[in-house]
């Protein structure tokens, strides 16, 4: 039966873990046929009116935040490079403003090839972003092609040279198994983009998601199962061997360029979402919320203004910890420490000690009473792996 309400263990939450920003720019060039993601085709970007919004919805966000300091903020989109430097200067002296930003916080912006310059670079240099995280996606134009990308290989590789001189740190995202792909073109980007001796870079296999072009219809000439397993494995000896730690599912950073808000992500911190369509998961002494605001960003702007911006907020259950906590922690490589499940739940850990058994007899989670961390086996077969902790019965 479901639960209304967490009965924590030991009196509840003794510390709040780390907060995040997350804010949502949904515009975008052109929506590109592979993505779900909340975003929107730009005509005419209504910029300062939804700065306005989006600083009058942190505002109404502070009394679920007060006193707390902000460790990491993401700009995600769309494309929040379509925005201004001068744009992204006035959301970041609002957010300094308003919250307690840590000193020397990391500042994310995703940024497209197409949509960048040097001067542009320079500006949101300027304004306090810290890191850029730039979707190339492939570095051959006949894959950009099939991908419905606005930019070619000539802009992915001026943007990518950029990147490296404007910013200490940056992510290159990168995709495989694209259509017609090779094995010897998977690892041709993979090189391409060594050359720019990127921190981070994030290797990510397309899916075709429900609601997207391709997910109505299939591009031809995918890569089956067995050739697209090759590209990954392929993908993690090209980029160990070049120094890069395979750190989470499809992330790999040099040593200290991990991504501090995606590990807060995974170690199950707490992140409030400002912008159209943001998620936000809040803690408190009591209880764990999670939100969602108003999807269309012209909708969103008038709701926030009438104060009823967020549409769906729910207290998670005791039901629902133990996956949402494994969902997150379990796509670490090196997993986590057990204890952090009751310090960021307020459950024990007995409460998953059936699917606990169960993943470790099935060779999924290495058998450390200390630590939570997948094998081998259980970070190839990961929704195997936390499908074990969504049944009813492994909750105590």
């Known amino acids: 039966m479901a639960e209304s309400v967490i009965h924590f263990a030991n009196g509840g939450l ?3 873990p780390p907060l995040s920003l997350y804010i949502h720019l949904p515009w975008c060039v052109r929506k590109c046929p592979y993505c779900d993601f909340n975003s929107h085709a730009a005509q005419d970007i209504p910029e300062a009116a939804y700065i306005d919004a989006l600083l009058l919805d942190l505002e109404c966000a502070l009394p679920d935040i007060w006193g707390r300091k902000i460790q990491t903020v ?20 609002g957010v ?19 949509t960048v310059e040097a001067a542009k670079f320079k500006g949101f240099r300027e304004a306090g972003i810290t890191r850029i995280s730039l979707g190339v996606q492939s570095f051959n134009p006949r894959h950009l092609q099939a991908l419905g990308r606005i930019h070619d290989d000539s802009e992915a590789r001026r943007a990518a040279e950029l990147a490296a001189t404007h910013f200490d740190t940056f992510n290159l995202d990168l995709m495989y198994a694209l259509p017609g792909q090779t094995l010897a073109e998977a690892l041709s980007d993979i090189d391409i983009a060594l050359g720019f001796q990127p921190p981070h870079l994030s290797a990510y296999h397309l899916t075709l998601e429900p609601n997207t072009a391709f997910g109505h219809t299939a591009p031809p000439k995918l890569p089956d199962e067995d050739l697209a397993a090759d590209m990954q494995q392929a993908i993690e000896a090209r980029l160990t061997q070049a120094g890069m730690q395979h750190y989470e599912t499809s992330a790999y950073a040099r040593p200290h360029h991990a991504s501090r808000h995606n590990l807060n992500y995974w170690q199950f911190g707490d992140y409030l979402g400002i912008g159209a369509g943001a998620h936000a998961k809040l803690s408190f002494h009591d209880r764990i919320v999670r939100q969602m605001r108003v999807k269309h960003p012209l909708q969103y702007m008038d709701a926030v203004k009438a104060g009823a911006h967020i549409v769906d907020a729910r207290t998670l259950t005791r039901a629902d910890l133990p996956f949402e906590f494994m969902m997150n922690a379990l796509r670490l490589n090196d997993g986590v420490p057990a204890a952090l499940f009751g310090e960021r739940t307020g459950l024990s850990l007995v409460v998953c000690a059936a699917a606990l058994e169960l993943a470790r007899g099935r060779g999924l989670l290495e058998r450390d009473a200390l630590r939570l961390k997948p094998t081998q086996r259980g970070q190839h077969f990961l929704n195997d792996l936390l499908a074990l902790f969504l049944a009813d019965e492994h909750v105590a």
Not at 82 to 92: T, V, W, Y
Not at 99 to 114: D, K, R, S, V, W
């Open 14 to 16: 003794k510390t709040p």
């Open 74 to 93: 993401f700009f995600g989109g769309g494309t929040p490079s379509l925005f201004s430097a001068e744009g992204i200067d006035r959301i970041l002296t």
């Open 96 to 114: 300094r403003t308003l919250t307690q930003l840590t000193p020397g916080a990391e500042i994310t912006l995703e940024a497209n090839p197409g």
